[in-house]
């Protein structure tokens, strides 16, 4: 699973490198717009240290944020999964916020917050917590029949035992949806560094772009893509450890 | 009477023709009893009305001193996360362990008590759905094609072993199998199509006991019987 996920990223990474080098050839274009393979290989050689401080800095956030996401969606997901007017309210309003984009708010978070490490968090947290609320929502309030039918008849159905089946019946799509929300919680990390902050990858990429330094952005994506692809890759063996641990 | 259903009027939300218009049946004595019919015509959703899962536009169910009716069917499953064993023992209560040891036995489970439920034979997993009902407390036991997937001779045996070890209990058995019904129901309740009347027709059937062999010819003719009747 690890190993696929980066071998999947190193094919893209390099299919991507490659069309930019095929522009380059085509459109005649200059180091300066596209740079060579030995320009990216000494900015490599350059920043892939510091670089790789970076993306930590920002995948530390984007895990932070994550995991703050995931304990709130799945205590509002328990609480919204009844079919009260409570619970629809919760699924109406995750869907209409999950609609609007968030990171449109970014602004305002940083005016209010400064451009520091709670500005980032807030921001990651907000980008993957909507999408994991709905998912979640949507996995506590779909019944499995087959097993509750028997704890609803004998009275020996409780809440906690009906969060319980639904968590494990549905353990397969909770670890997609975790390890999807770990791309959306690094992309709102790098994003609000981008805007404003002044630590991260996001940040380092902001400063690439007003040197107008590709090489550097492509080493940042794949420094990203890397790092992304390994935590991604744990986040899945984390999952299919904990279902095979719960299912004995 | 035991089980009375009055006058029951019954639609799915979302159709417009009744399932059941004015349909009444009784059973009088414990036993086990069978409902029987061809697929589509609402046997599940009968038992379901007489178990309170679906209610009634119109008419009443009434159990002889609101005594508990239990509803269980073949597909049902028991979770994952611990053996069938672990489970049994959650959900039995203590007055029943000694029970439960003995329907363990009697329907030749004993060896499959530490796997987990999906790691069994569909006919395994129909047995352990049906014994973990057998050990609840209730009056009435709705046994919608429970042993489907057994086969015939534990069938026969587990049967005759529920009849022996429940007898004040009242089962109604929802199966296809026309032999089983005739052979093994005291009272088969046959539910006819929407447009016969009346919809339910009463056939007395062998009642086959353990160590009791049974009458062919009476058995032949109950089952011509239900089929005239269905």
Redesign the interface.
């Known amino acids: 699973m690890l190993l696929r996920r980066i071998y999947q990223f190193m094919m893209i990474y390099g299919l991507g490198v490659l069309c930019l080098l095929a522009l380059k050839m085509v459109a005649d274009l200059s180091d300066y717009v596209i740079p060579g393979l030995d320009t990216l290989w000494h900015t490599f050689r350059e920043v892939a240290w510091r670089y790789t401080l970076d993306v930590w800095d920002t995948l530390r956030v984007a895990m932070i944020g994550q995991v703050l996401s995931i304990g709130l969606a799945l205590l509002v997901g328990i609480v919204g999964r009844q079919a009260t007017w409570f619970g629809s309210f919760i699924k109406v309003a995750a869907y209409n916020v999950q609609a609007y984009p968030i990171v449109a708010i970014a602004p305002i978070i940083f005016i209010l917050l400064g451009d520091g490490f709670l500005s980032r968090l807030l921001i990651a947290a907000m980008i993957c917590y909507f999408p994991l609320l709905l998912s979640v929502v949507g996995i506590m309030s779909q019944p499995i029949p087959d097993i509750e039918h028997f704890y609803r008849q004998t009275g020996r159905m409780r809440w906690q035992l009906e969060v319980k089946i639904r968590a494990f019946e549905n353990l397969s799509k909770l670890t997609t949806v975790i390890v999807g929300s770990a791309t959306l919680a690094m992309a709102g990390t790098i994003v609000a560094e981008f805007i404003a902050a002044g630590a991260g990858i996001g940040y380092s990429i902001r400063i690439a772009l007003y040197q107008s330094d590709l090489a550097k952005i492509l080493v940042a994506l794949f420094m990203i893509g890397i790092t992304l692809s390994v935590y991604q890759g744990v986040l899945e063996r984390a999952g299919h450890w904990v279902k095979q641990v719960w299912s004995g | 009477m035991l089980l009375e259903c009055r006058n029951i009027n019954f639609r799915y939300p979302g159709n417009e023709a009744l399932l059941f218009q004015e349909l009444s049946l009784v059973i009088d004595t414990p036993g086990f009893h069978a409902l029987f019919g061809p697929s589509g015509v609402g046997k599940s959703s009968l038992a379901k009305i007489i178990?309170g899962q679906l209610t009634a536009e119109q008419g009443a169910v009434r159990y002889h001193n609101d005594g508990r009716v239990?509803?269980?069917?073949n597909?049902?499953?028991?979770?994952?996360?611990?053996?069938v064993g672990r489970h049994l023992e959650r959900?039995t209560p203590a007055h029943h362990r000694s029970l439960k040891e003995a329907l363990i036995e009697a329907f030749g489970l004993a060896e499959v008590m530490d796997r987990?439920f999906s790691r069994l034979s569909l006919g395994q997993q129909n047995r352990i759905?049906l014994l973990?009902?057998l050990v609840?407390d209730f009056n009435a036991l709705i046994m919608d094609e429970s042993l489907a997937n057994v086969d015939e001779k534990t069938r026969e045996q587990i049967l005759l072993t529920i009849k022996e070890m429940f007898p004040d209990a009242l089962f109604l058995y929802i199966s296809h199998n026309v032999v089983e019904v005739a052979a093994f129901c005291r009272q088969i309740l046959v539910l006819r199509g929407l447009h016969k009347m009346p919809r339910v027709v009463t056939v007395q059937g062998q009642d086959r006991m353990k160590g009791r062999e049974i009458d062919r010819q009476g058995l032949q003719q109950t089952m011509l019987e239900i089929m005239n009747a269905a």
């Not at chain 2, 239990?70 to 069917?73: A, C, I």
């Not at chain 2, 597909?75 to 053996?83: D, K, N, V």
């Open positions: 178990s239990l509803y269980g069917y597909l049902e499953r028991l979770p994952g996360w611990s053996s959900v987990h759905n973990r009902y609840q």
